[in-house]
């Protein structure tokens, strides 16, 4: 099998994994409070990621003291937000639904992008934002875009779409940085900051009597989500990026909600509805328009 193969192959085990932690943290949500499993995930991840980072640059992770302040933020918003949100939203939130108001994140980067940095915000991007827009709102209305308006928004969705807004900020917080920090070590130290920050939550929540009482699907759940949903799959993902590029490696990150969907189907025998099909195809379709170029 040739080289360019073997790396297609691990860009689609990629997102295989990224779509299964989807369905991982649906699981735990029901069995653990959002604190201990977010807290037992990144404690795991630090440990895969130190020594993914060991491997790949032969040292020890380092990083400078102007940059302790930029990756606490990371760890603040990439890892101890979002993942709080994250298990909470899915206590109540199947999991095709919430991959799919996440899927949303790419648009809402480039939003943030346009203002902050200053980049162009182009007539197709602005249309691809509202196409997105449309169709998160059709998922979250149930097939009714406007029911928001109407109906208001559930806590598990608000949770989700919480989850959007804080990846946000760390993806536009992490640009900076990772020009003087390489995306493993960056990885690295926002899990080692982020799993500090949920610590003291998590510990004060029971997570010992938690941990005590773990089922072996628990502990297989977040071993999954720590090293194949976010140690392995990330390093592959880079890799991808470093031999094909940005563009054709981002190309897969729209498989991820779908890969979600279907996992949620066949494991937890979640339903795929229409306004699930509708909006998931209009959410994926406005992120390809905003981000095509």
Sequence with gaps: MSSSSILYLKLIASVIFWGGTWIAGRILAGDMTPYSAAFLRFLFATFFMFILVCRATGKTPKC??????PLIFLGITGVALYNIMFFTGL??????RAALIIAAVPTVIAIGSAIIFKEKFTLSKAAGFLIALIGVSTVVGDG???AILTKGISFGDLCIIGCVFS????????KPVMKRVSPLNAVFWSCLFGAMMLSIPAFSHGLIAEVKVMSLLDLGCLLFLAFLGTSLAFSWYCEAIGKIGPSK???FINLVPITAILLGAIILDEQIGMSLIIGGTLTISGVWLTNRS
Excluded at 64 to 69: G, I, P, R, S, T
Excluded at 91 to 96: D, E, I, L, N
Excluded at 167 to 174: D, H, N
């Design 64 to 69: 400078n003291k102007e940059d302790v302040l």
């Design 91 to 96: 206590q109540t939130v199947t999991a095709g």
């Design 144 to 146: 009714n875009p406007l």
């Design 167 to 174: 990846w946000t900020a760390y993806s536009l917080a992490g």
């Design 249 to 251: 490696t981002g190309i």
